[in-house]
């Protein structure tokens, strides 16, 4: 069992949420760059005619022109096709950022702040992925998952708690000042764990 020391310093709720909007800012640029082309694609095939009838085109223009109803259908599964992309690259974006070597995602770069466990030690991919899913659960009930982050000890969000997860300062200390034998102040780090 591990118990971080009172020095670590941990993230508020405005400075993360800060961190997530400038995340979000980035996902929306690198989405719209590789959904661009795919809305193309997929509205390049409703509107040309097929000229293969067995082809994947041929099958969406006949639902365009003989079908009405079929198209609904289609068009519903093509948003299904950009809901699961999208899932897909925040997943990705976000365990990956959070699992690497920095820690953090390029928001939370910005802002100094990174995601550790208990330890204070970078997380895995596995646990930056529950982390991921587990915020589908902070985000229910008015959000109110994201707002534990003000009021709670740590200031962990509920997906933090159920990954066992903090969002500290990337210098992980409040810097303290220590008188040397001479008089004068030196800075100095404490521990950030205690076994």
Request: net charge negative; hydrophobic share 50%; glycine share 6%.
């Amino acid at each position: 069992m591990y118990q971080l020391n009172s020095n670590f310093r941990y993230a508020g709720f405005w400075v993360r949420a800060l961190a997530f909007i400038l995340d979000h800012l980035i996902l929306g640029f690198v989405k719209t760059i590789l959904f661009i082309p795919l809305t193309v694609f997929l509205n390049l095939s409703f509107m040309l005619p097929g000229t293969n009838e067995d082809s994947y085109f041929a099958v969406y223009n006949s639902v365009q022109y003989e079908d009405p109803s079929l198209f609904i259908v289609a068009f519903i599964f093509s948003v299904m096709i950009f809901f699961v992309i999208n899932s897909l690259i925040e997943w990705l974006y976000f365990a990956f950022f959070e699992s690497s070597n920095n820690m953090a995602t390029p928001g939370k770069m910005i802002l100094g702040l990174k995601v550790t466990d208990f330890e204070g030690k970078r997380i895995s991919f596995g646990k930056a992925t529950g982390r991921y899913f587990a915020k589908f659960l902070s985000s229910m009930i008015l959000a109110i998952g994201y707002i534990m982050a003000a009021f709670t000890e740590r200031k962990q969000a509920l997906h933090d708690i159920l990954a066992n997860c903090f969002v500290i300062y990337n210098d992980n200390y409040r810097k303290i000042e220590i008188p040397d034998d001479s008089g004068n102040n030196q800075t100095d780090y404490p521990k950030d764990y205690i076994i």
